[in-house]
């Protein structure tokens, strides 16, 4: 893991290179969750981003779909698994089980990689994780999963997170350059904070929906400023808006 995270020099990705990304999905015609992240994809206005869905079916047809893209960020979207602590884990292609620390030298690795998959990399499983086969092959982040996920959720995430590179990236560039880490850690504090205050106003009832707006809208604007105790400030106006106390 060190020499997967410590050996390659940071690399500078231009914006035009993520105005192109390519899911590659593989499900049955009959799965239900086929068509999730492409329903989620098409909730938000992603403006100049194109976002191309190449369906594949065989380990060749991902090698080709891989080997034909030619910008910085590859979306898998199929069924994953593993084979617990003394086995590697896999992609669902078609009827394949396709294990990615195979690929290397057959397809090629995106700087960025996220995986719309269960188990990419399981906390009970194998070191020879999805995620880290995609490390260890030259991708140099990786979005993965600890666990089986929710489908709705995750496609949610995904469609979230390429509305964040559509829309903040041309923003904050302007100024300066960003690093992906950056977008990713803000992006989570933000997903975090959409959780937390959706069970205050769904669950607990004890906030209402223009609170639950005012709250967000103030920790989205703390978080992307960069301030530090944004998470304070937010349990701050959480107690504000429900009367009880910080604790």
């Known amino acids: 893991m060190a020499q997967a995270s410590l050996a390659h020099p940071r690399i500078s990705v231009p914006k035009m290179a993520l105005n192109h990304i390519r899911v590659i999905r593989s499900f049955a015609a009959d799965d239900p969750i086929r068509n999730h992240l492409q329903q989620a994809i098409g909730f938000y206005n992603l403006s100049d981003m194109k ?6 079916s065989t380990k060749a047809e991902l090698v080709n779909a891989m080997n034909s893209y030619k910008g910085a960020m590859l979306i898998f979207d199929c069924h994953g698994n593993h084979g617990g602590k003394k086995e590697s884990a896999w992609l669902h292609i078609g009827n394949e089980k396709v294990n990615v620390w195979e690929l290397k030298h057959e397809a090629r690795m995106t700087p960025l990689v996220v995986l719309a998959a269960c188990s990419t ?3 009970d499983g194998s070191h020879a994780s999805v995620a880290n086969g995609f490390l260890a092959n ?13 489908s709705i959720h995750t496609a949610a995430l995904v469609a979230r997170l390429l509305y964040r590179i559509a829309a903040f990236l041309p923003l904050i560039t302007k100024q300066r350059p960003v690093t992906w880490r950056e977008i990713v850690s803000t992006f989570f504090r ?3 904070t959409t959780d937390v205050l959706r069970d205050l106003q769904g669950e607990y009832k004890v906030i209402n929906k223009a609170q639950y707006h005012k709250l967000h809208l103030d920790a989205n604007i703390a978080i992307n400023a960069n301030i530090p105790d944004w998470l304070e400030k937010l349990q701050q106006g959480v107690a504000d808006s429900t009367g009880m106390t910080r604790d």
Do not use: C, K, N
Request: aromatic share 8%; proline share 8%.
């Open 138 to 150: 030259g991708a140099l982040a990786v979005l993965g999963t600890y666990t089986p996920v929710d």
């Open 190 to 192: 933000m997903s975090y």
């Open 121 to 123: 990399h399981p906390v």
């Open 51 to 56: 976002v191309e869905i190449i369906d594949v």
